[in-house]
């Protein structure tokens, strides 16, 4: 008799808790999840914190936490995870009553872009761990992964060239507007800067003399269109590296900068126009730009999408960074040397690509190999 008592007894309270847990384990039970920084660097190693809150009465024997996330997050203890085109985290913990649980995930920025983490999924045990309650969690989390610099010493020799040539250009265009002081007039001097008033009273021919332009600035054009059905993303990336890198050290210069691509976002649209700015905040405009890109679609073709911001030029020194040599590119780029409109061409190549510049363009044209 007291064995059937002890048995009805232990089935009892099997109901109760299985009650309990169906009704209550949710109550009261929160979880977070937060990155330590909202941006980063290709490279950068940051943490992603994880928070589970129990605020209740009813302890919490087994509790799976899983969450969704880019395979470009590298985290270590990939016995936990499932890699596909995302990361598949599952941890599991134990909270008991009013119990606060916090645990710090490291991991790696593999690749550029933008990542989120838009749910959080709990999957509860009761005591006997005979069912499983499962309930998600909305989270929001985002983070973007600028692009990573390129490297020093080879890229500073071809910004030093440019560099040199913008100054250059910059300083050869005055601006009619920051009028200076009126100096005698000299044979290289335009009819249409002499100053007649002052020249009648003084009987020799003088010319207003202006400040140089503070308006003058660089304008890169960003050409990701595909030359081949088969995709170069390290040559993709590349290139979007070296956008990165021209915009930090043209406006540590203090040139402005703007920024234009054929290349559609992670939105399927084509990303907006970057106009020409400066300081810091300008540089995380252009780099969140740059992380929104989604190279795994074809870009829009170069001429048709972005050739009249290349014929329309004031001010301004245009740099392309392209992989594409194809006829209809090089087209458009003789028709600017033709027009004596200033310009480079930076060629990202690697060893199976075969360069086929023309030979009014070669001393425009810059060629990078990637490392």
């Excluded at 679609?297 to 040599?325: H, R, W």
Aim: overall charge neutral.
């Amino acid at each position: 008799m007291s064995l059937l008592a002890a048995v009805l007894g232990a089935f009892l309270l099997y109901l109760f808790q299985k009650y309990l847990y169906q009704k209550w384990w949710a109550k009261n039970l929160s979880i977070e999840l937060t990155f330590n920084k909202d941006t980063a660097v290709e490279g950068n190693s940051l943490t992603l914190v994880e928070t589970v809150t129990n605020r209740k009465l009813l302890p919490l024997p087994l509790l799976k936490v899983k969450f969704r996330t880019s395979k470009y997050l590298e985290f270590p203890g990939m016995e936990n995870a499932t890699v596909t085109d995302n990361y598949y985290r599952s941890d599991v913990i134990s909270l008991m009553m009013y119990q606060k649980f916090t645990r710090q995930l490291p991991f790696q920025c593999k690749h550029r872009g933008y990542f989120t983490v838009d749910r959080t999924d709990i999957i509860c045990s009761n005591l006997f761990l005979s069912s499983e309650m499962v309930m998600d969690y909305p989270q929001h989390l985002t983070l973007y992964v600028y692009p990573k610099t390129v490297a020093a010493l080879p890229f500073e020799q071809v910004f030093k060239t440019m560099l040199g040539t913008v100054l250059t250009k910059r300083f050869t265009n005055e601006d009619p507007f920051e009028f200076r002081s009126i100096r005698e007039y000299q044979p290289y001097d335009a009819l249409k800067s002499v100053n007649w008033k002052a020249s009648s009273k003084t009987g020799e021919l003088k010319v207003n003399a202006y400040n140089y332009t503070s308006s003058f600035q660089v304008k890169l054009l960003l050409n990701l269109e595909r030359e081949t059905a088969l995709r170069q993303e390290d040559l993709e990336e590349e290139s979007i590296r070296l956008a990165s890198t021209l915009s930090e050290k043209f406006l540590a210069q203090g040139i402005p900068v703007s920024l234009l691509t054929n290349c559609k976002n992670i939105s399927g649209e084509v990303n907006e126009v970057i106009q020409a700015g400066s300081g810091i905040h300008h540089l995380d405009s252009i780099n969140k730009s740059l992380s929104l890109l989604d190279t795994s679609n074809s870009a829009l073709p170069f001429v048709s999408c972005l050739g009249d911001e290349c014929m329309t030029v004031k001010n301004e020194y245009i740099i392309f960074l392209s992989t594409y040599q194809k006829e209809d590119f090089q087209k458009l780029l003789c028709d600017m040397t033709s027009r004596k409109i200033d310009f480079f061409w930076i060629l990202p190549i690697n060893k199976d690509v075969i360069v086929t510049v023309k030979e009014e363009l070669k001393s425009k044209t810059i060629i990078w190999m990637t490392a």
